[in-house]
Nanobody, 121 residues
Framework: QVQLVESGGGSVQPGGSLRLSCAAS????????WNWYRQAPGKERELVAT???????YYEDSVKGRFTISRDNTKNTVYLQMNSLKPEDAAVYYC???????????????WGQGTQVTVSS
C-alpha cells in the first residue's frame, strides 16, 4: 500500500499564492506520473496538471501561466505552486500518482485525501 498525504491548502485573497504538497510513503519502487485534480462544489472533478516521470508537464488551459507542477523524486513528493489565484480556482485539490510497488506486479493509482483551497476577498 502507498499513502499520500497532502498539505498546503488554505484561504487566500484573489491574486494570492499557495503551494500544495503531496508526499507518498510505502513500499514504492517508482512513480510514473503525478496528477493534481480539483473539484468545486456541484462540479465534476477535473484534471489540473500532470507531470511525467521525465518531468514533462501538462496544464489545464485555465491555469496555464499561473500554476506550476513539480516533483522531487528523492522525497516521493509532488508540488503545485499556484500563483495569481482567482475565485474560480477555489476547490478541493487532490493529488494522485501511478505507482510501481515493491513485490507487486503492475501499477496502481493512489489518491491523496484532498486539501481545501479557498479564494475570496
Amino acid at each position: 500500500q502507498v499513502q499520500l498525504v497532502e498539505s498546503g491548502g488554505g484561504s487566500v485573497q484573489p491574486g494570492g499564492s499557495l503551494r500544495l504538497s503531496c508526499a507518498a510513503s510505502g513500499r514504492i519502487l517508482s512513480i510514473n506520473h503525478w496528477n493534481w485534480y480539483r473539484q468545486a462544489p456541484g462540479k465534476e472533478r477535473e484534471l489540473v496538471a500532470t507531470i511525467s516521470s521525465g518531468a514533462g508537464t501538462y496544464y489545464e488551459d485555465s491555469v496555464k501561466g499561473r500554476f506550476t507542477i513539480s516533483r522531487d523524486n528523492t522525497k516521493n513528493t509532488v508540488y503545485l505552486q499556484m500563483n495569481s489565484l482567482k475565485p474560480e480556482d477555489a476547490a478541493v485539490y487532490y493529488c494522485n500518482g501511478v505507482f510501481s510497488e515493491v513485490a507487486r506486479v503492475g501499477v496502481r493509482v493512489y489518491w491523496g485525501q484532498g486539501t481545501q483551497v479557498t479564494v475570496s476577498s
